[in-house]
């Protein structure tokens, strides 16, 4: 399959631990500005299948390519994250002691110290995009207040919000409404969309309703490789996806 168009690409891709085989000849392929749903039982290999996106864990074997022709078995973590992939794990590690608009402040300086970050004198241009950004993720209206006040599902927003101060390419968010009230599942699926307008999006997830809502292709992962792909409806009809995972 051509490369060309394609944001992630991934064949072949084996990784073992101690001998066992947590991805198992996975081929999966993004295209540029997809927003893909991943599911899967616990165990199937999608935290694992992140980490070697992102460069934390060297595949044994098997093609990674980022953007069409970039290998990324051939880079490490800090590099793969300067060249675009922007990753938001489960738990949000925001700024408690911080505003939210400082939150922001600080994710967009990146390399820059705290304090100059903090204190300098803010270019028209960051303004223009710190405002865009507090919009896309529902909290302009919060701006002022501390991390530390905000819900659960708010701290997940405003942590998609320092991802996207990065300006990344494509973004993987892990498990992004685990804990939140029905409302707030439903608002990500929408500020999910609004950001896969410009931005490729690998969302693993566990929450059905949201997958359904998000309204994009799926992949089911299973002992380390792709077990189904499609439409919902076509995945969750998958006699193999029904008994290892959807039956359950
Ligand atoms: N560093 C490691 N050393 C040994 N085994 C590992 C390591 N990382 C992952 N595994 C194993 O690889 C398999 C895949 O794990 P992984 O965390 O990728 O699954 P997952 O689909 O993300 O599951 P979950 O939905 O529970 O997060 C599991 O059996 C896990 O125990």
């Known amino acids: 399959?051509?490369?060309?168009?394609?944001?992630?690409?991934?064949?072949?891709?084996?990784?073992?631990?101690?001998?066992?085989?947590?991805?198992?000849?996975?081929?999966?392929?993004?295209?540029?500005?997809?927003m893909r749903a991943i599911i899967g039982p616990n165990g199937a290999g999608k935290t694992t299948m992140m980490d070697i996106i992102t460069g934390k864990t060297r595949p044994n074997s098997g093609q990674?390519?980022?953007?069409g022709d970039v290998d990324l078995t051939k880079h490490d973590e800090a590099d793969i994250a300067t060249m675009g992939i922007g990753r938001k794990f489960q738990k949000p590690t925001v700024f408690e002691s911080h505003t939210v608009e400082d939150n922001l402040v600080l994710a967009l300086a990146g390399e820059?110290?705290?304090l100059s970050a903090l204190f300098?004198?803010?270019?028209?241009?960051?303004?223009?995009?710190?405002?865009?950004?507090?919009?896309?993720?529902?909290?302009?209206?919060?701006?002022?207040?501390?991390?530390?006040?905000?819900?659960?599902?708010q701290k997940q927003w405003l942590e998609i919000g320092m991802l996207l101060a990065q300006d990344p390419k494509l973004l993987l968010v892990d498990e992004?409404?685990?804990?939140?009230?029905?409302?707030?599942?439903?608002?990500?699926?929408?500020?999910?969309k609004d950001i896969a307008r410009d931005h490729s999006v690998i969302v693993v997830e566990h929450d059905m309703h949201f997958v359904r809502e998000l309204g994009v292709k799926v992949t089911c992962l299973h002992e380390g490789s792709v077990l189904s792909e499609g439409s919902l409806d076509h995945v969750s009809a998958d006699p193999r996806v029904?008994?290892?995972y959807l039956g359950r």
């Open 176 to 192: 992004p409404v685990a804990g939140m009230t029905d409302a707030e599942t439903e608002e990500t699926a929408r500020l999910l």
């Open 120 to 153: 300098a004198r803010r270019s028209s241009g960051e303004s223009v995009r710190i405002d865009e950004i507090l919009q896309t993720v529902r909290l302009t209206h919060r701006r002022d207040d501390l991390a530390a006040d905000l819900s659960h599902g």
């Open 112 to 114: 820059r110290s705290i």
């Open 242 to 244: 029904v008994e290892v």
């Open 64 to 67: 990674v390519f980022f953007n």
């Open 1 to 34: 399959m051509s490369k060309s168009g394609t944001i992630l690409y991934l064949d072949g891709v084996s990784v073992a631990f101690d001998g066992f085989k947590a991805i198992n000849n996975l081929s999966l392929v993004l295209d540029q500005g997809e």
